[in-house]
């Protein structure tokens, strides 16, 4: 392989590097390349900054378990048009007969296409987490009372500090009863009420603020509700 035809592969190899997905055969050539190439050195610094800001760049999201099948998906349709494309896609263009100046070579774009790809790709993983942009969260409940365990399920629903209740199968609370709804912060203060319900199965709102870190626990008071919880919770859920 000629010199500029190994200078132009490693440029356009060096997105992929800066991410660490390149496989390791690729990888090593271009770590080769890159310890006589200063031209490819300066490249690598300046798409290493841009790919260390990322994380920085948007809000922490808990990501929902079917994520990585949704994204895999992604990743094996695209690997099926490269190989329906054939053994060509993969191969370089052909040199333009007229010389152009550096930045407007395949070579030389390649890292920032290569970048722009990954902001991308970047953006779309993000609005498949948070549900289209609106930060939704799913949380799965703890069912604590034993007698409830396999009969009931619950969820909690969150966006922002805003969190609602899921629940299915949850039994009816003794006649002058209600469950009732508490919020317990990260800083341990006691819990705090955040409504009460008779559901059995469907949604509830909660009144309180909820923040990650904190508790969200159900349990059966009397009358309209109690000032603080005096049974044991039927479920527990932590954001």
């Not at 919020?183 to 006691?190: F, I, K, M, R």
């Not at 559901?199 to 349990?219: E, H, K, T």
Request: net charge neutral; with cysteine.
């Amino acid at each position: 392989m000629s010199a500029d035809l190994e200078h132009r592969k490693c440029m356009e190899s060096l997105g992929a590097y800066a991410l660490g997905a390149l496989p390791d055969g690729e990888a090593e050539r271009v770590r080769q390349h890159l310890d006589g190439c200063r031209e490819c050195r300066a490249e690598l610094e300046w798409l290493r900054a841009a790919v260390d800001a990322l994380p920085a760049s948007v809000p922490p999201i808990e990501p929902p378990p079917e994520l990585k099948a949704r994204v895999m998906e992604i990743v094996e349709s695209e690997a099926e048009l490269l190989r329906a494309a054939g053994e060509p896609a993969d191969r370089p263009p052909p040199p333009s007969p007229t010389p152009r100046r550096r930045w407007f070579s395949i070579g030389a774009l390649a890292p920032a296409v290569a970048l722009a790809a990954v902001c991308v790709v970047a953006l779309v993983v993000m609005l498949v987490v948070s549900g289209g942009g609106s930060g939704i969260r799913v949380i799965n409940a703890q069912i604590v009372d034993p007698a409830l365990a396999g009969r009931v399920h619950a969820s909690l629903r969150v966006q922002g500090t805003e969190a609602q209740l899921r629940v299915s199968g949850l039994p009816a609370p003794p006649a002058d009863h209600v469950d009732q709804l508490w919020v317990q912060h990260s800083t341990g203060a006691p819990p705090r009420s955040a409504g009460t319900f008779v559901v059995q199965s469907g949604s509830v709102s909660l009144s309180r603020p909820f923040r990650r870190g904190d508790l969200v626990l159900v349990s059966v008071e009397p009358g309209r509700g109690s000032a603080a919880p005096t049974t044991a919770p039927l479920l527990v859920a932590r954001a």
